[in-house]
């Protein structure tokens, strides 16, 4: 059965019930319970892309691969993606960028240097907004098509991949995914890295959790970015893992 047919059934259930308890004379603040235990769970089957709820996304690779993928999101950056494409050339590392149509249409050439130097690239919205986990399926289908042009620009190829701002998930996003036929890629690590100011506890957080066929999402748009890729790479490469771009990890094609 389809997710977002269980979606409006779930919906139906819980007003049903609410008037179900109404109808027998339950107090109105217990007849409501039954659309707050809802609103709770719709909020984690959006929030949570693990639970694959909405949009079935590839989390990790193959564990025995003595692989790992970073991942960038929210680039290209003027001050940060340069820098980060500084170091992944120093060690020698492949990673994949989850690039906002409109940045790439503001920085192409970020965008072909992140393509001339061996990374993959996947559609990461265009606008990515603050409201963008309300777009209708119509509206999804612009942010997925305005990115998709802009890459074409660059490589002459629409991206397979596509990351979901936030991690958000939605039926109307799963409507457009489906029509775009596009692979949804998640993550197995997050690391919060914007959110922290500390470089080092970032690193310390991946590391301790590390394994084979992990994805990691960081992002190339803040400066703390910098100093942890720094002490992080060495330190992969100690533990006998090796880097790998997205497709290489999962064994797809990352481009139509
Ligand atoms: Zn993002």
Redesign the pocket.
Known sequence: MAKSLIFYMLIFDAVFFSGLLLYFGMEWYWAILPVFALLGFIVLACSKIQWNFFVKAIHSGNHSTQKIALTF??GPHPNFTPKVLDILKKHNVKASF?L?GKNIKQYPHLAERIVDEGHTIGN??FT?SQTIDFNSKNAWLKELNETDLEIVKIIGKKPKFF?P??GVTTPHLAGALKKSGKTTIGWSQRTFDTMSINPLKIKEKILKNLKSGDIILL?DSHENIVPMLEQLLPEIERKNLSFATVNELINEEPYF
């Open positions: 999101d929210d989850f906002i990461h919205s990515h990351r701002p936030y992002h």
